[in-house]
T-cell receptor, first 115, second 113 residues
Framework: DTGVSQNPRHKITKRGQNVTFRCDPI?????LYWYRQTLGQGPEFLTY????????KSRLLSDRFSAERPKGSFSTLEIQRTEQGDSAMYLC?????????????FGEGSWLTVV | AQSVAQPEDQVNVAEGNPLTVKCTYS??????LFWYVQYPNRGLQFLLK??????LVKGSYGFEAEFNKSQTSFHLKKPSALVSDSALYFC???????????FGTGTRLKVLA
């Protein structure tokens, strides 16, 4: 049973460039989440998918951020025109929707440094 | 609005002693509560959760947590700490009707040999 996989694990980019992160959830998990974590803080919710439908987006997700899950499997998070304030760890999590309350399982995260 | 508070930035405990990491929450409706652990430069690992039923829940690596509705708390405990328990611990809450999990700011646990 493979866990949630995130790529790349580390990305250094110049301000103004675009970056894309990929998340492969646990097989058959139909819910997928993106969170952002900065140093000294807990994970902050960005967005949530059930299958291919993006059901909720945080106000943290500005117009420069877009997330997709085109076939209800893997997901991508793109940040356009990166700013230094975007430097953070981007965490993906997945879960399998069943009756009752599910546990979400996290990947190892993708570190973004904007210079 | 849902919120979680972890009042201690850091907790120090001697190896072999019991440990407690505190968490309080504020929600409307019934809370679903979780604890996760994070090691340096890693993602979060699930430890345990409270949904309903027995107020004392047991989880991975010998950890347990006690749900207290009147005090709106969900403190993480372990009877005997190990140096390898040193990590960052996060409490999280969710309520029915939403799928958003809200995390606290984390508590760094340091177990001293």
């Amino acid at each position: 049973d493979t866990g949630v996989s995130q790529n790349p694990r580390h990305k250094i980019t110049k301000r103004g460039q675009n970056v894309t992160f990929r998340c492969d959830p646990i097989s058959e998990h139909n819910r997928l989440y993106w969170y952002r974590q900065t140093l000294g803080q807990g994970p902050e919710f960005l967005t949530y998918f059930q299958n291919e439908a993006q059901l909720e987006k945080s106000r943290l997700l500005s117009d420069r951020f877009s997330a997709e899950r085109p076939k209800g499997s893997f997901s991508t998070l793109e940040i356009q025109r990166t700013e230094q304030g975007d430097s953070a760890m981007y965490l993906c999590a997945s879960s399998l929707a069943r009756d009752g309350v599910v546990t979400i399982y996290f990947g190892e995260g993708s570190w973004l440094t904007v210079v | 609005a849902q919120s979680v508070a972890q009042p201690e930035d850091q907790v120090n405990v001697a190896e072999g002693n019991p440990l407690t990491v505190k968490c309080t929450y504020s929600v409307s409706g019934n809370p679903y509560l979780f604890w996760y652990v994070q090691y340096p430069n890693r993602g979060l690992q699930f430890l345990l959760k409270y949904i309903t039923g027995d107020n004392l829940v047991k989880g991975s690596y010998g950890f347990e947590a006690e749900f207290n509705k009147s005090q709106t708390s969900f403190h993480l405990k372990k009877p005997s700490a190990l140096v390898s328990d040193s990590a960052l611990y996060f409490c999280a809450v969710r309520t029915s009707g939403t799928y958003k999990y809200i995390f606290g700011t984390g508590t760094r646990l340091k177990v001293l040999a």
